[in-house]
């Protein structure tokens, strides 16, 4: 009798565990699944390539995107913040970016015509080129103060990587001073560097009217510098038409943010920190 009993417990065991073996493959392929549609769901990581003198308004363009974008609340958003000559040397050397927002339309349209960008660079802001300058100046002369002996040195960033460089050149070539003033340079390799340079060095320099707001306007107002704006006729506005590409087109963030920047509130953001929006 109780052979037959432990016979008969044995055949239960045997007859029960293929369902339970199917109940675990069907738990583990539901855990599987709904772990990859959660993988699915979520925002690809963002890599932006933003020139300098984007540094302190990138971040209002970010937290503004989370907000308004539904969907994009939590995604991974991380910034290059270089020369847009720099820049463009490291998207041809395959950095991993997925969006490049450059200080011109230059850098943007030789990737385009190298056919690494998905598309045609287009046009997101205008730049505005502004000179600070030591308390001790008359900054009211206009560039024709930095013609006189006490200015001994003037910060600009690299013409050959930076438009703000280039457009600052033009202003002084313009003006009529830049031969007297050349030797006086002190470069930047950004136009933030160059920024620094007149904080802690230089007498006066050309930067990016952006770099006056948030912590950057801080470090002015506490070093006692000043500054003047010039008008457009002073300098071609099309040095500082600041462009951007999309440079990934599988990635969904990067897509996204590509047309936030096209919409009003990035238009709102930029102009309320020293650009001008067409």
Same mark, same amino acid.
């Given at each position: 009798?109780?052979?037959?009993?432990?016979?008969?417990?044995?055949?239960?065991?045997?007859?029960?565990?293929?369902?339970?073996?199917?109940?675990?493959?069907?738990?583990?392929?539901?855990?599987?699944?709904?772990?990859?549609?959660?993988?699915?769901?979520?925002?690809?990581?963002?890599?932006?390539?933003?020139?300098?003198?984007?540094?302190?308004?990138?971040?209002?363009?970010?937290?503004?995107?989370?907000?308004?974008?539904?969907?994009? %609340?939590?995604?991974?958003?991380?910034?290059?913040?270089?020369?847009? %000559?720099?820049?463009?040397?490291?998207?041809?050397?395959?950095?991993?970016?997925?969006?490049?927002?450059?200080?011109?339309?230059?850098?943007?349209?030789?990737? +385009?015509?190298?056919?690494?960008?998905?598309?045609?660079?287009?046009?997101?802001?205008?730049?505005?080129?502004?000179?600070? +300058?030591?308390?001790?100046?008359?900054?009211?002369?206009?560039?024709?103060?930095?013609?006189?002996?006490?200015?001994?040195?003037?910060?600009?960033?690299?013409?050959?990587?930076?438009? +703000?460089?280039?457009?600052?050149?033009?202003?002084?070539?313009?003006?009529?001073?830049?031969?007297?003033?050349?030797?006086?340079?002190?470069?930047?390799?950004?136009?933030?560097?160059?920024?620094?340079?007149?904080?802690?060095?230089?007498?006066?320099?050309?930067?990016?009217?952006?770099?006056?707001?948030?912590? %950057?306007?801080?470090?002015?107002?506490?070093? %006692?510098?000043?500054?003047?704006?010039?008008?457009?006729?002073?300098?071609?506005?099309?040095?500082?038409?600041?462009?951007?590409?999309?440079?990934?087109?599988?990635?969904?963030?990067?897509?996204?943010?590509?047309?936030?920047?096209?919409?009003?509130?990035?238009?709102?953001?930029?102009?309320?920190?020293?650009?001008?929006?067409?």
């Amino acid at each position: 009798m109780n052979f037959n009993v432990a016979i008969m417990k044995k055949e239960s065991r045997c007859f029960f565990l293929p369902f339970l073996l199917v109940a675990f493959l069907v738990v583990s392929c539901r855990g599987a699944g709904e772990q990859s549609r959660r993988s699915t769901d979520e925002p690809a990581t963002l890599h932006i390539a933003a020139a300098a003198n984007l540094s302190y308004v990138m971040p209002r363009l970010v937290e503004a995107f989370r907000e308004e974008i539904s969907g994009y %609340g939590m995604s991974d958003i991380r910034l290059t913040r270089a020369s847009s %000559g720099s820049l463009t040397a490291q998207i041809r050397n395959s950095a991993p970016f997925d969006l490049f927002l450059a200080a011109n339309t230059l850098y943007p349209q030789l990737l +385009y015509n190298e056919s690494l960008t998905v598309g045609p660079p287009l046009v997101y802001a205008r730049g505005v080129p502004i000179m600070v +300058y030591q308390s001790g100046i008359d900054g009211q002369k206009g560039v024709e103060c930095l013609t006189d002996a006490s200015v001994e040195k003037i910060a600009i960033a690299q013409p050959e990587l930076a438009p +703000y460089g280039e457009a600052a050149v033009e202003i002084l070539s313009r003006a009529g001073v830049l031969q007297q003033v050349e030797s006086k340079f002190v470069y930047g390799t950004s136009v933030t560097q160059t920024f620094q340079h007149v904080i802690t060095a230089a007498d006066a320099g050309f930067i990016a009217a952006s770099l006056l707001y948030g912590d %950057g306007g801080r470090e002015l107002e506490k070093a %006692g510098l000043e500054w003047i704006g010039f008008p457009p006729e002073a300098y071609n506005p099309a040095v500082l038409r600041q462009a951007m590409v999309l440079l990934d087109s599988s990635n969904s963030t990067a897509a996204a943010f590509f047309r936030f920047m096209q919409g009003e509130r990035a238009g709102e953001i930029l102009e309320k920190n020293g650009y001008r929006v067409e």
